[in-house]
C-alpha cells in the first residue's frame, strides 16, 4: 500500500508502520497497534510526533506537540485487482502529476473502460425493446438508409403501434421488429465503416429531450446492471445474427480511483462515444462524476428543448476525443484510460500516463507496448452491480 502526503509516496507496507517516517513536510515516529483504518478512498493514520515542521499535517487544521498522537486523513488509491505493474506505474504517474504546478487532468473513456459492456449500445437496444424512438417522425425515417430496410422496418413497426400494447411483445411481427431494427447498425458499419457510424447513431435520438433520455437510461441500467452476463442472438429475415451482450457491471477499480483522484487535487473526466445524456447519466449515480464534467457525442437541441438530428461537432470517435479534450476541458491530461482504438489517439495524448483495458485486441496491445501504454487485462478488473453502497436491482 502506498500512502500520499502532498505529493510524496511513503512506500511502506501497513505492518511496517512502526518505522520511523522522514519527509519534507514533517517527520513522525508512527503509533504502534493498528495504525491505520480505511474508509472509502482514505486510510487514517494515527501516529507520534517528533517534529512538525509544518502548520498542517495531512489534514491536522493545526501543528502537532511533540509526543502528541495524532490523526491524519490521507487519499489513497487502492490496488484492488490492478495488476502489480500497472499499479506501480499508476502511483508513480499520480505522484509525478501531483508534484507539479498545474491542476492535473485524469480523463476516462467509459464503456468498457469504466464499466463493463457498453451502455451506449445496450440503450439502444432498450430503445428498440420498448419501441422508444421517435417512430412517428419523419425525420427519424430519413435517418435509416432503404439500404437497410427502412421500408420494411417502417411498416413493422407501425403495426406494433397500431396493435392494443398488451398484444404487441407476444406477436411475430414484434420479433421481427427487434431484429431487423437491431441489424441496421452492424449493416450501415459493413458498408460506411466505424467513423460515420458513431455519428449517425447519436442522430437517432431526434424527437427525444435530455430529460427524457436521462430517465430512459435510469431504465436500462436497471435492466442490464445485475442482469445475467449472456450474449442474446437475433436472426433477420436475412439471414444475419443481430448479437447483444446483456450484463453491465461496474469496475470497482475505477468507481474507487475517481474520488481518490479527485482527493489528490486532479480534474476527473469522463469522454465517451456513447450520447451525453446516457452516459452523464451512469456518471453521476455510479461513479459520482458531475454531468459538467462528462462529454458524450450530441444532437443539436432547437428552442424548443427538443433534440434535433444534426450532431455537434466534434464526434467523438479517435481524434475527435482529443479534439473535445482541448475545447472544452483546455489542458493536457496526465492521465489517460481507454480500452480501443476508439480511444487511441486520446492515450497517446497523456502526459504521464495512459492505460489500456486490454480485451484482447492484439493489434491494439501491440501498439500499446510499443508507446508504453500500461496495460491492465479487462478480466482481471473486480465486477460489481453495486454503486454508492447500494444495488441497482
Known amino acids: 500500500m502506498r500512502f500520499v502526503f502532498h505529493g510524496y509516496y511513503l512506500k511502506s507496507m501497513v505492518e511496517t508502520f512502526g ?81 507539479g504546478t498545474e491542476r492535473p487532468v485524469a480523463v ?50 407501425e403495426t406494433l403501434l397500431a396493435m392494443p400494447v398488451d398484444e404487441r411483445r407476444t406477436s411475430d411481427v414484434y420479433e421481427q421488429y427487434l431484429a431487423e431494427m437491431g441489424a441496421i447498425y452492424a449493416r ?36 442490464e446492471i445485475g442482469g445475467d452476463i449472456e450474449c442474446e442472438v437475433r436472426r433477420t429475415r436475412r439471414g444475419e445474427d443481430v448479437r447483444i451482450n446483456h450484463g453491465i457491471r461496474i469496475h470497482e477499480e475505477f468507481r474507487r480511483l475517481m474520488p481518490a483522484l479527485e482527493a489528490l487535487g486532479f480534474d476527473v473526466w469522463v469522454v465517451s462515444a456513447t450520447n ?20 458524450g457525442n450530441r444532437v443539436c437541441m432547437g428552442d424548443d428543448g427538443v433534440l434535433g438530428d444534426e450532431t455537434c461537432q466534434p464526434v467523438l470517435y479517435r481524434q ?39 480485451r484482447g485486441n492484439d493489434e491494439l496491445r501491440r501498439e500499446a507496448i510499443e508507446r508504453s501504454f500500461a496495460i491492465q487485462p479487462q478480466e482481471r478488473l473486480t465486477c460489481s452491480s453495486e454503486w454508492g453502497g447500494a444495488s441497482f436491482q
Request: glycine share 6%; hydrophobic share 40%; net charge negative.
Open 19 to 99: 518505522g520511523r517516517i522522514n519527509l519534507s513536510v514533517f517527520k513522525a515516529t508512527l503509533d504502534n497497534g493498528p495504525a491505520s483504518e480505511f474508509q472509502g478512498h482514505k486510510a487514517v493514520l494515527y501516529f507520534h510526533v517528533v517534529d512538525a515542521a509544518a502548520n498542517r499535517v495531512g489534514d491536522s487544521p493545526r501543528r502537532g506537540r511533540q509526543g502528541e498522537v495524532m490523526e491524519m486523513t490521507v487519499p489513497q488509491i487502492e490496488q484492488l485487482n490492478w495488476s502489480d505493474a500497472v499499479y506501480t506505474r499508476l502511483c508513480d504517474a499520480v505522484d509525478r502529476a501531483v508534484g
Open 108 to 157: 476516462f473513456d467509459f464503456d468498457n473502460t469504466c464499466i463493463f459492456r457498453d451502455i451506449g449500445e445496450l440503450f439502444s437496444h432498450y430503445l428498440i425493446d420498448e419501441i422508444g424512438y421517435r417512430y412517428e417522425l419523419d425525420a427519424f425515417w430519413q435517418l435509416i438508409d432503404p439500404r437497410d430496410g427502412r421500408e420494411h422496418i417502417r411498416e413493422l413497426t
Open 188 to 223: 450501415k458499419y459493413v458498408r460506411e465503416g466505424a467513423a460515420p457510424c458513431y455519428e449517425w447513431a447519436v442522430r437517432l435520438h431526434v424527437g427525444m429531450t435530455p430529460d427524457e433520455i436521462r430517465r430512459q437510461t435510469v431504465r436500462a441500467m436497471e435492466r
Open 276 to 295: 451525453q445524456w446516457t452516459v452523464e447519466t451512469f456518471a453521476e449515480r455510479a461513479f459520482d462524476v458531475p454531468r459538467e464534467r462528462v462529454l
Open 320 to 358: 475527435g476525443k482529443v479534439d473535445i479534450i482541448a475545447q472544452e476541458i483546455g489542458a493536457q491530461p496526465a492521465l489517460v484510460f481507454g480500452d480501443s482504438f476508439t480511444d487511441f489517439e486520446m492515450m497517446c495524448h497523456a502526459s504521464e500516463l495512459a492505460v489500456l483495458i486490454d
